[in-house]
């Protein structure tokens, strides 16, 4: 009979002691590492298009003609200008102003007329504004690298600076003998500076949180060049220098932005 209850509380024993080694294993068991889910990013980008026109018309190099304010016939063959110091004007707080803001749009270089606005921080945004031209602090700095290199042609030199915008072509209208216009606007200084801020309300704010971000198209019309003050390719043929000329075709195309879209898109 003792032989059995020794037996008993043996076996007991070594099931407590089976229990015991269970329980330590589990508590030394590696806990699951926690799921770690990335906030979303608090600064996203917009991407902003320029495309251009004349009139209603989406302009073609130097196989379609167009008609002017002058009721005068042309085609185009160059088409470029400056965007700088790009803004988003926020809602309501702090508006994004873009860093090292130059851009150079070049009609028949699609790439050139497309570019993204990075680290842009969260919030709704109600407006673009941007100059077309480049700033006079740029225009004396000597040598420059990318959309304000002198090899792109929009330079003349550090007394009188950038092209601030580019227009040529072809016109019977036009007193040269080649039958060609040139329009080369710049000057930063005093009566002469062709520099011009342009302000487009967007229809809707676009949002710029969480997933989403916004997608801006501006219309550019260079028929604008020739009014409202009247530009005429048979009286204002050439302009390569600053001047009154210049000024004029400066005051014109400062109104030839508009919105096409202000969306925001889900990334």
Known sequence: ????????????????????????A????K???????????????VHINFVNFAGND????????????????????????????VRLIAATGNDYVEKESYHLVKEGINGSRHFHLEDVPQGDYKAISFVIGVDSAKNVSGAQAGALDASNGMFWDWNT?????????????STTSTKTFKYH???FKGENNVLRTVQLDFPVPISVKGEMSGDVAIKADLLKWFGP?????????????????AVKLANNYSKMFSIIKATTTNE
């Not at 003792?2 to 509380?9: A, R, V």
């Not at 589990?26 to 068991?29: E, I, M, T, V, Y």
């Not at 799921?35 to 990013?41: A, F, L």
């Not at 600076?161 to 209208?173: D, R």
């Open 58 to 85: 989406s302009l073609k190099l130097n196989t379609t003609t167009y008609t002017n304010s002058a009721n005068e016939q042309f085609t185009v063959s160059i088409f470029n200008y400056y965007i700088s110091n």
């Open 229 to 245: 003050e009247t530009i005429s390719i048979a009286t204002v043929n050439t302009v390569m220098m600053p001047g009154a000329d």
């Open 185 to 187: 606007t710049g000057g």
């Open 31 to 45: 806990k699951d590492d926690p799921v770690i889910v990335d906030p979303p990013p608090t600064q996203k980008e």
């Open 161 to 173: 600076g950038y092209i601030m915008a580019k227009m040529e072509g072809s016109s019977n209208a």
């Open 1 to 24: 009979m003792s032989y059995n209850i020794m037996q008993t509380n043996n076996y007991r024993s070594v099931l407590m002691g089976l229990a015991a080694l269970g329980l330590l």
């Open 26 to 29: 589990s508590g030394c068991r």
